[in-house]
């Protein structure tokens, strides 16, 4: 059942609030004593992760399927996704990049890679392109130990573009039908959100019932696909506050709510601040910390 997958922040720690474009970045064997290299199911309900094996093999399994794969190998999982995986923890290593749904639009602006839909690509050898990934990796990985920040949302995308090359010349597997739905249903929504389309349109676009939506989008992302459409409208919100100074009202139509009273309850309802105010108290904040961040 959907229901008994943990959900974690990163695997073994709980769920977490993020901040608009968090990333996260770790080698596999850097949380060996929490799994001793057995990953058991679980999902990440708010971030999208590259899996880049170094070195090894073992199996792997997303949603239903399962791989044996040998390094180098690499996966890209959107969130709501299950998977893990089984390796041989003195033999095996990967670089897991954890990006949250938040950081995924712009990136997904410049690389060809469909980031709603899961993806794993395994090599029989270790030809240049895997070589260029495993170099773009690998700072990545140098980067983030080292506290260069700004450097990693253009080595994202270089990655995920080196990933989508790979994924045209060599075998890959991707989701179930149901997850694929969820997918094509979210990549939707960032497209048409602001629009403020109806479920029905929803439903009618992407052919499908009502029924086979919400199953498909609960089993996902855990909510429901009106529950996401409000949080990718406020997502916008709170950039456009964090990073204009555009106007509340002018940001209410910009995401959708072309009546600003609707909009200010919206904002009020889901963060306990109206916009104007969530915007004053983030602003002073940032002068304190110095780097803009979303509050929880």
């Not at 199911?41 to 971030?47: E, I, P, R, S, Y």
């Amino acid at each position: 059942m959907a229901g008994d997958i943990p959900s974690f922040f990163v695997y073994g720690e709980p769920v977490r609030q993020l901040d608009v474009g968090f990333t996260h970045i770790e080698t596999v064997m850097e949380r060996k004593q929490v799994h001793m290299g057995r990953v058991e199911a679980h999902k990440h309900d708010a971030m999208a992760q590259i899996t880049f094996w170094l070195r090894g093999h073992g199996r792997y399994f997303i949603e239903d399927r399962s791989y044996d794969f040998s390094a180098p190998a690499v996966s890209f999982v959107p969130s709501g996704v299950v998977h893990g995986f089984t390796v041989e923890p003195e033999e095996s290593d990967a670089i897991v990049a954890s990006i949250a749904d938040t950081a995924l639009p712009p990136i997904g602006a410049l690389c060809a890679l469909p980031l709603q839909q899961t993806l794993m690509v395994m090599s029989d050898g270790h030809g240049e392109a895997w070589q260029r990934l495993s170099e773009t990796m690998q700072r990545l990985h140098a980067d983030y130990r080292a506290g260069t920040f700004e450097t990693l949302a253009a080595l994202l995308c270089v990655a995920l573009n080196d990933i989508a090359l790979l994924a045209r010349r060599k075998p890959s597997v991707h989701g179930s039908a149901e997850a694929d739905l969820a997918a094509a249903f979210r990549t939707m929504v960032d497209s048409r959100f602001r629009e403020n389309w109806a479920i029905g349109r929803y439903v009618e676009e992407l052919a499908t019932t009502p029924h086979l939506l919400t199953k498909a989008v609960r089993k996902a992302f855990a909510r429901t696909p009106k529950a996401l459409i409000e949080e990718r409208r406020l997502i916008e919100a709170k950039r456009l506050l964090l990073f204009t100074v555009r106007s509340a009202e002018d940001i209410g139509y910009e995401t959708g709510f072309h009546d600003p009273a609707y909009f200010s309850r919206f904002f009020r309802q889901k963060t306990g601040l109206p916009p104007g105010l969530w915007r004053a108290r983030h602003d002073q904040a940032s002068e304190v910390s110095g780097s803009p961040s979303l509050p929880s």
